[in-house]
């Protein structure tokens, strides 16, 4: 295993020390690390709070701040942070308007999100997300995996919510949005758990797993790497086929850790293509390395179908460690 | 060969597409490739004229726009671009002020911005950056290699050029960011350029090569891979040690493009811990891959020393695909 890291044991902790460090304008770090916060609260709002196992930095304190989530709570790697965590961080960032949870659908973060839900004794409210079409169940789902979708709701969602909007019309937005969604990705290479110290599946030197989750769990198929073009189509035709319109769209190419920016661009070309021939118009587009699995080399491809409200709030002002822009 | 692409051949074009078509509202594609430009020059601005070349990427495209370059020559994977390449790109941008070239200091880039200088028949001025601690001579350089730094010199550069700063001001201005700024890099896999469909570099499972270039060059050594601890306080002592001062600095942590955010930030906590034990202070954090050898795992660290001047052109409105921040 190569990584540049002190100890397995201390990665999180460590990388979460740099991350507030970096970000000291924006987000504090909770006690124990068991949450970001923004910095600076708006009393009022109603609070958004996201989390989920580590490995997939940025997501979610990188998006912690204006805009976007009020706290983000982070598990170990691949893991569901703990109710104690989420409870921490409702206290730190409930300002009397209630709290709206986002969760991508693992079995495990499901539980402990409902669990401190419960037991906060707070307004709360949890939209799930769950746009991964590559399959129904997989091994940590009950039905679809929420994966790259994820940063367009806390987007969007955070956007209505830094304008006022209250919890009822914050879950309905986050559950349509989450519906507007879909994504699916492809991995060339593993990642490695740091403390597994070795890949998390073996894969061919000529092969890809079409369909792979974001923790490099099985996708629909091992089959022999194909061209850009080709891997697009089949990505594309799934997410166009599963949405089942047409019209204008957010197009996002999302890399997992191990892909360079050269790479995602080209990507994004193939499937901008693609998706026209479907009769869908990518009227915005997002490249990057936003919701990863740790250095497992792949990306996926996100399609978020646009209408002028989800539009508005994805233009939005957001100012966050990974997502900035009209601020 | 593990990359998302469709042929060697096209790999830098359909890239250049996909980026074109992704930022369409900040950049124009110049005809057969040769630039990236600012979609909307400012007239009587001295216009700021980047490239290198590719696989680098954000580098240097990635940084057209308001604030930072008006234009950018993406040359073949790790080769220059070639004179007409810039003269086209000069033709493009210069309204009238003159034109700053600002190119790493590599033989090749250096030899084709001299000719395109010359021959293009415009007021121009050079910054070559040069800003790798690791080694005097290298593989392509005579003299010391200019990696991540460059970003910083286009940053500071571009900031004082949209405040109407003339073009001898930002010669003498990059000059000495240039000269403020240190940087050196670590490499725990070879990268691989899809022309030659190999890596560049044989290196062991257990070592990492100390002082890598930005195209694979050899660094200082290679031995075996040490904790994140042990690599920051190595690179920030050379770093440190050839600046010779104390102060307020930016601390820039750079990706290489195979290695993860996690990763990244658990370096800038070390390297900041070892840049605060020489007495230089972190005033202000970048964390992110920008400068970027392909998919190679390892990282770089860059320091520049602030004043009162650079840190207000640090900070100051940055409009491009990759930096963005005050607007």
Redesign the interface.
Known sequence: M??????VAT?LT??????A???ADLVTLGAEHKFVRRKVLKPGKVALLSGGG??H??LHA?FVGHGMLDAACPGQVFTSPTPDQMMAAADAVDTGAGLLFIVKNYEGDVMNFDMAREMCGRDVATVITDDDVAVENSLYTTGRRGVAGTLVVEKVVGAAAERGADLKTLKALGDRVNKATRSMGVA??SCTVPAAGKPTFDIG??D?EMGVGIHGEPGRRRVP?Q???A?AEEMVAAIAGDLGGKGNALLFVNGF??????????????A?KQLTRHGITPVR???G?YV?S??M???SITVTMFDDEIAQHWDAPVHTAAL????
Request: hydrophobic share 45%; glycine share 12%; aromatic share 6%.
């Open positions: 190569k990584k540049l890291i002190n100890d990665v460590e990388s979460l020390d740099g991350f460090a970096a970000h580590a490995g930095e940025p990188g060339l290479t030197p000529a890809m790497l061209s850009a073009d891997i850790g191990g892909t360079p920016s050269m790479e995602l661009y080209l990507m994004y070309e193939a901008r587009a997002l490249v390395s990863t740790l250095d080399a792949g990306c900035r822009w009209g601020l």
